[in-house]
């Protein structure tokens, strides 16, 4: 069964440093996303990501945020000054084209910020 | 505001002792909810669909319900195993594109 893969497992990273988050989703998804949950809390939405472009971003996803597909099976997420805040689980999801597709979610990269 | 609610928090069971999660939902307009499983360490695992009031859908031990205002997982004879985290979500209809989680039910069930 097709899946979601995101690298590395876990990253370890010093406070002001860039990380970039790497995740292969379903080939033949068009819909991409990003969702962290800090330990013991909600999975929380960051971003939607259609036809090379932002459709939709939640008020974490903030201009330390980036994302982009720079090739037909990557999808990454860059943080680019970390903060202590941003130790959590972030899951890569993606889904089909129909409307009410579920997201099929990734084993998530788990980033801790020093 | 969309919001999504699950209870209880957490669960402890009996092998064989079957028992429902609730999950209450505040949405503009429905497009659909969704059930999912989350072992420790893991992404959630996507169990069912459902789109409109009435609708079942069944797995295994697990069957899943809607109402206008709310979803229950039905959990039936419990085995260890199904032991995990069971996330609700929604997808909301008005146009946008983000699905909302409530916080889980953590589901565990003692041999």
């Known amino acids: 069964e097709p899946e979601v893969t995101q690298t590395p497992s876990h990253q370890v990273t010093q406070m002001g440093q860039e990380v970039i988050l790497r995740c292969v989703p379903i080939?033949?998804?068009?819909?991409f996303y990003w969702y962290r949950q800090i330990l013991g809390q909600k999975v929380e939405f960051l971003v939607s990501?259609?036809?090379?472009?932002?459709?939709?971003k939640s008020e974490i996803f903030d201009d330390q945020f980036s994302v982009e597909r720079p090739d037909g099976s990557n999808f990454t997420l860059k943080i680019r000054s970390t903060k202590l805040e941003d130790s959590a689980m972030y899951f890569c999801?993606?889904?089909?084209?129909?409307?009410?597709?579920?997201?099929?979610f990734g084993n998530g990269t788990r980033l801790t910020v020093t | 505001e969309d919001q999504v609610t699950q209870s209880p928090e957490a669960l402890r069971l009996q092998e064989g002792e079957s028992s429902s999660l609730n999950c209450s939902y505040t949405?503009?307009?429905?497009?659909?909810l969704f059930w999912y499983r989350q072992d420790p360490g893991k992404g959630p695992e996507f169990l069912f669909t459902?789109?409109?009031a009435g609708e079942e859908k069944e797995k295994e031990r697990l069957k899943a319900t809607l109402t206008k205002k709310e979803s229950f997982l039905h959990i039936t004879a419990p085995k260890p195993e199904d032991s995990a985290t069971y996330l609700c979500?929604?997808?909301?209809?008005?146009?946008?594109?983000?699905?909302?989680f409530g916080t889980g039910t953590r589901l565990k069930v003692l041999a």
């Open positions: 459902l789109y409109s």
């Open positions: 999801a993606s889904r089909g084209q129909g409307d009410r597709s579920p997201l099929h």
């Open positions: 979500a929604v997808q909301a209809r008005t146009g946008t594109y983000k699905y909302i």
């Open positions: 080939s033949n998804h068009l819909y």
């Open positions: 990501f259609y036809n090379n472009e932002i459709s939709e």
């Open positions: 949405v503009s307009g429905l497009r659909g």
